[in-house]
C-alpha cells in the first residue's frame, strides 16, 4: 500500500490507523529520506497507543522504552539506527529482549539492521514529495531482503558473541 500524506496532521492520522491494527510483538521498520517523517509517524503511534510525554528520536541514545495505555501493548521501543555502523552494535544494547509479544518495537534507519530483522517485520519506506507531502508506502515494501543463509550465519555469529 502507498499512499502520501499531505501534511504532519495525515501522517499522524495514519500512524494512528496503523496503531488500532497493532497487537503487540510487532517490529516496524521505517527507512527513507532525512525528514521524510519517521519520527512524526512514530509520534502518531506513540499518541494512539496512549504514550504520555513527548517523543523524540533516540538519535544519541539509541533506544528509549515508553509506557503506553493499550490494553494488550505495554511498550513501545523506539529505536534509531542512523548512529550505528551495524547490528552487533543493536544486539549489544540488548534490543532483541525487548522483542516480545507486550511490546512494538519501531525503528528508524531500519536499513542498517536489515540482517537481524526478523522475516514477519513490517516494512515503512518514507520519501519526500515537496514541501508538505509525503509518500509512506507500507508492508509490502521490502528492501532486499538479505538470503536466508546470510541470515542464518549472522544470527549464529551473534547468538555465539
Ligand atoms: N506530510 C508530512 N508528514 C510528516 N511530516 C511532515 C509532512 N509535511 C511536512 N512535514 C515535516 O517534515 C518533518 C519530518 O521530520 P521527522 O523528524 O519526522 O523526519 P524523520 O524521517 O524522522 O527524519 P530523520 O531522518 O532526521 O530522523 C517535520 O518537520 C514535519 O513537520
Ligand atoms: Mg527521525
Do not use: C
Not at 544519541?60 to 547490528?87: G, W
Not at 544486539?91 to 540482517?115: L, Q, R, Y
Not at 508492508?139 to 532486499?144: E, G, Q, T
Amino acid at each position: 500500500m502507498r499512499l502520501i500524506t499531505k501534511n504532519e496532521g495525515e501522517t499522524t492520522a495514519l500512524a494512528a490507523k496503523i496503531a488500532a491494527k497493532l497487537k503487540g510483538g510487532e517490529i516496524l521498520a521505517l527507512i527513507g529520506d532525512l525528514g521524510a517523517g519517521k519520527t512524526t509517524f512514530t509520534q502518531g503511534l506513540a499518541k494512539a497507543l496512549g504514550v504520555k510525554g513527548r517523543v523524540n528520536s533516540p538519535t544519541f541514545t539509541v533506544m528509549k522504552l515508553y509506557k503506553t495505555k493499550h490494553q494488550t501493548i505495554k511498550n513501545l521501543v523506539h529505536i534509531d539506527a542512523y548512529r550505528l555502523s551495524n547490528s552487533l552494535d543493536l544486539e549489544a544494547i540488548g534490543w532483541s529482549d525487548f522483542h516480545d509479544p507486550k511490546s512494538v518495537v519501531v525503528i528508524e534507519w531500519a536499513d542498517k539492521i536489515i540482517d537481524i530483522l526478523p522475516k514477519q517485520t513490517v516494512w515503512l519506506k518514507f520519501a519526500v514529495k515537496g514541501a508538505n507531502g509525503r509518500s509512506i508506502t507500507v508492508k509490502n515494501f521490502s528492501p532486499k531482503p538479505p538470503a536466508k543463509t546470510k541470515h542464518n550465519q549472522r544470527v549464529r555469529q551473534i547468538k555465539n558473541r
